[in-house]
């Protein structure tokens, strides 16, 4: 199934992709992708009818995220051995995790905010996932099952607030508008292997990111499990599983985003995002 959502984050509506592509209206049966509603909405749409819900017309409006803000959003570092390397950095033995602030979540085609604090704005193209059902205490073999699906996420990232002011990479990743998720969120079952996903981003038309999934260090179903051995994974969490080579920061010389550039990024099977860089 391809979740998407459209309008305001106050008041977005609900929607399936019928057979023939079109949104299908999901408030009959939801009143929202939530948190409350993500463990029971993939068995309560199971086996029903998705063509006959009503065709919902999007003309002119937003197209938010797939979900609503997540409690929680996680992310690995240096899941790329390749873009560990552009870092200077070493690959790492473990999972390497920190969080960004729930209020970087954002639509899709939301404009990247700059303010005039930032020096070192940057981009990173990567595979979200979505938490469908608590996972705690599991096996890598059984990781999977606690998964809803997958999106596209652009993990913006501040590399002066991230690196050079101190503390943690939190500081860095926070912004409102830092993560843009979206346009889809594509179920389990329609992903073969989310280790074999091409991921691409661009600025102004120019490639600066060209990668699979099939280079992460540690893979989807690891990380899941690896998570749950010290913390309890929740419905709508959201984990965004690192990033390949090609980010401003490893650019020689280095290239930060500035008011006036456009980015666009997707991955195979997950739809892409474009998003315009706006000064405060």
């Given at each position: 199934?391809?979740?998407?959502?459209?309008?305001?984050?106050?008041?977005?509506?609900?929607?399936?992709?019928?057979?023939?592509?079109?949104?299908?209206?999901?408030?009959?049966?939801?009143?929202?992708?939530?948190?409350?509603?993500?463990?029971?909405?993939?068995?309560?749409?199971?086996?029903?009818?998705?063509?006959?819900?009503?065709?919902?017309?999007?003309?002119?409006?937003?197209?938010?995220?797939?979900?609503?803000?997540?409690?929680?959003?996680?992310?690995?570092?240096?899941?790329?051995?390749?873009?560990?390397?552009?870092?200077?950095?070493?690959?790492?033995?473990?999972?390497?995790?920190?969080?960004?602030?729930?209020?970087a979540f954002c639509g899709p085609n939301d404009d990247i905010l700059h303010s005039p604090d930032m020096l070192k704005l940057d981009w990173e193209v990567e595979l979200g996932v979505?938490?469908?059902?608590?996972?705690?205490?599991?096996?890598?073999?059984?990781?999977?099952?606690?998964?809803?699906?997958?999106?596209?996420?652009?993990?913006?990232?501040?590399?002066?607030?991230?690196?050079?002011?101190?503390?943690?990479?939190?500081?860095?990743?926070s912004f409102p508008h830092f993560c843009p998720a979206g346009p889809v969120l594509v179920t389990r079952d329609e992903i073969a292997d989310p280790q074999a996903l091409d991921m691409?981003?661009?600025?102004?038309?120019?490639?600066?990111?060209?990668?699979?999934?099939?280079?992460?260090?540690?893979?989807?179903?690891?990380?899941?499990?690896?998570?749950?051995?010290?913390?309890?994974?929740?419905?709508?969490?959201?984990?965004?599983?690192?990033?390949?080579?090609?980010?401003?920061?490893?650019?020689?010389?280095?290239?930060?985003?500035?008011?006036?550039?456009?980015?666009?990024?997707?991955?195979?099977?997950?739809?892409?995002?474009?998003?315009?860089?706006?000064?405060?």
């Amino acid at each position: 199934m391809h979740f998407m959502r459209f309008g305001n984050e106050d008041g977005a509506t609900p929607c399936v992709l019928g057979s023939d592509g079109k949104p299908r209206d999901l408030t009959s049966i939801v009143p929202d992708i939530t948190p409350q509603t993500i463990p029971h909405l993939h068995d309560r749409l199971a086996g029903g009818d998705i063509d006959a819900l009503p065709v919902f017309d999007p003309a002119g409006l937003r197209i938010a995220a797939p979900f609503a803000r997540p409690a929680t959003i996680w992310c690995i570092g240096l899941n790329y051995s390749d873009h560990a390397k552009e870092a200077g950095m070493e690959i790492p033995k473990e999972p390497i995790l920190f969080t960004k602030g729930a209020g970087a979540f954002c639509g899709p085609n939301d404009d990247i905010l700059h303010s005039p604090d930032m020096l070192k704005l940057d981009w990173e193209v990567e595979l979200g996932v979505v938490i469908g059902r608590r996972a705690f205490m599991i096996d890598e073999a059984d990781a999977l099952d606690h998964v809803l699906g997958y999106c596209v996420v652009n993990d913006v990232s501040e590399r002066h607030w991230q690196i050079e002011r101190g503390g943690t990479w939190i500081k860095g990743k926070s912004f409102p508008h830092f993560c843009p998720a979206g346009p889809v969120l594509v179920t389990r079952d329609e992903i073969a292997d989310p280790q074999a996903l091409d991921m691409w981003l661009t600025v102004n038309g120019e490639t600066m990111q060209q990668g699979s999934t099939a280079t992460m260090v540690f893979t989807v179903r690891q990380i899941v499990a690896y998570m749950s051995r010290f913390a309890a994974l929740e419905p709508g969490d959201l984990i965004c599983t690192g990033t390949p080579p090609g980010v401003g920061m490893g650019k020689v010389p280095q290239r930060w985003l500035v008011p006036g550039d456009n980015v666009a990024l997707g991955i195979t099977g997950l739809g892409k995002q474009h998003q315009a860089v706006r000064g405060l």
